[in-house]
């Protein structure tokens, strides 16, 4: 299963509202997580089942979609939030990630 | 606090085995599949495989012939054993806490690992 992400980069300001996408090859139903990868760190699990935020993640970010299209939203962009995203699919093996989308804070 | 630590050699020739331990530290290796994934410019994120505290492990096909891993859970680490490593087994090589599910709660640091003579 092939995840293309877009955009692959983006900038933004402080405040602003931004939207990434993940598009699966297939059908996956709800399976898809999201990361958030910070400059020489490990990713960060941040949304799971889609639409699930984690324990600990600001309210700001969200998850939406299901079978091909999904959406990560940023609500109130803030300076910590410079970091690569990540999508994943979680349906069968072998796990799969897409590209990345790296966002810039302007 | 749940920790997971990679190590190993971060320096491989070409055509020898590349062995990795994670040392997990806070949790308890029962109920979880322990992963390795890595993470290359040119191919970035991969997931490479996982293996239970029983031993039972489901690999990429794509690295499969290659790959073997081990669980030791009175130790409470696990390994990964790459062979026949190419310039292309280049990267950064993280062990991962699966839920089960697939979603990938808890990472290590990551350990460079470069293939050169």
């Known amino acids: 299963i092939q995840l293309t992400q877009s955009p692959s980069s983006l900038s933004a300001s402080i405040g602003d509202r931004v939207t990434i996408t993940c598009r699966a090859s297939q059908d996956v139903k709800k399976f898809l997580a999201w990361y958030q990868q910070k400059p020489g760190k490990a990713p960060v699990l941040l949304i799971s089942s889609a639409s699930n935020l984690r324990g600990g993640v600001p309210s700001r970010f969200s998850g939406s979609g299901s079978g091909t299209d999904f959406t990560l939203t940023i609500s109130g962009l803030q300076s910590e939030d410079l970091a690569t995203y990540y999508c994943?699919?979680?349906?069968?093996?072998?796990?799969?990630f897409g590209q990345g989308t790296k966002l810039e804070v302007q | 606090q749940e920790q997971l630590q990679e190590s190993g050699p971060r320096l491989v020739k070409p055509s020898e085995t590349l062995s990795l331990t994670c040392n997990v530290s806070?949790?308890?290796?029962?109920?979880?599949?322990w992963t390795w994934i890595r993470q290359s410019p040119g191919k970035g994120l991969e997931w490479i495989a996982h293996i239970s505290h029983s031993g039972k492990t489901n690999y990429n096909p794509s690295l499969k012939s290659r790959v073997t891993l081990s669980v030791d859970t009175a130790k409470s680490h696990f390994s990964l054993f790459l062979n026949s490593v190419t310039a292309a087994d280049t990267a950064i090589y993280f062990c991962?806490?699966?839920?089960?599910?697939?979603?990938?709660?808890?990472w290590g640091q990551g350990i460079p690992v470069a293939v050169s003579s």
């Open positions: 994943q699919h979680l349906l069968t093996y072998p796990y799969s």
């Open positions: 991962a806490r699966d839920d089960t599910v697939g979603n990938f709660d808890l």
């Open positions: 806070g949790a308890s290796m029962r109920t979880y599949y």
